[in-house]
């Protein structure tokens, strides 16, 4: 069942239940028990059928997601600001990416893409490391271009 799909079945639902409650209500005024009880069973059962709706979209989410690991991970602290995927359009929560596709001679950046549409476009989580590591391959690489650097200079002279 499709978000659009449940979204219908639970606006349906929210009706009948509204107008249960409106019958139930009615006749509890009125006297007539035979209404109320009637009323009251459908009122619960649709109440129930809510639930279990929402309870299923719920279980499908939380599968769905169980395999996305651009999804914050158990215990990950995220920031609360919200965020417009520039890919689907959708509103999300942190953690958001930025990346770069590239077809051809054609490249689009974008900076704010959700974890869904990475997860939908297949990408691979990037190995993160440590700030020390990155600052240590940072000063490999500056020792390596002043070491290129004296040796064109010998060369030149």
């Known amino acids: 069942?499709?978000?659009?799909?449940?979204?219908?079945?639970?606006?349906?639902?929210?009706?009948?239940?509204?107008?249960?409650l409106a019958a139930v209500r009615a006749a509890?005024?009125?006297?007539?028990?035979?209404?109320?009880?009637?009323?009251?069973i459908r009122y619960h059962a649709y109440l129930t059928a809510k639930d279990e709706i929402s309870k299923a979209l719920a279980d499908a989410v939380e599968e769905r997601d169980e395999g996305n690991p651009f999804l914050p991970q158990r215990d990950e602290l995220v920031t609360?600001?919200?965020h417009t995927c520039d890919?689907?359009?959708?509103?999300?929560?942190?953690?958001?990416?930025?990346?770069?596709?590239?077809?051809?001679?054609?490249?689009?950046?974008?900076?704010?893409?959700c974890a869904d549409c990475m997860w939908r476009l297949k990408f691979q989580p990037?190995?993160?490391?440590?700030?020390?590591?990155?600052?240590l391959f940072?000063?490999?690489?500056?020792?390596?271009?002043?070491a290129e650097e004296?040796?064109?200079?010998?060369?030149?002279r």
């Open 1 to 20: 069942m499709s978000n659009t799909d449940a979204d219908t079945a639970i606006s349906a639902l929210d009706k009948l239940i509204a107008q249960e």
């Open 28 to 40: 509890s005024r009125d006297g007539n028990r035979t209404l109320y009880e009637s009323s009251s």
């Open 80 to 82: 609360q600001d919200m």
């Open 87 to 113: 890919l689907c359009g959708r509103w999300c929560s942190s953690p958001v990416y930025s990346i770069g596709l590239i077809y051809g001679g054609q490249a689009k950046t974008f900076t704010e893409v």
């Open 126 to 135: 990037v190995k993160t490391i440590p700030l020390d590591s990155y600052r």
């Open 138 to 146: 940072e000063q490999w690489l500056l020792s390596r271009s002043e």
């Open 150 to 156: 004296e040796t064109r200079g010998r060369y030149d």
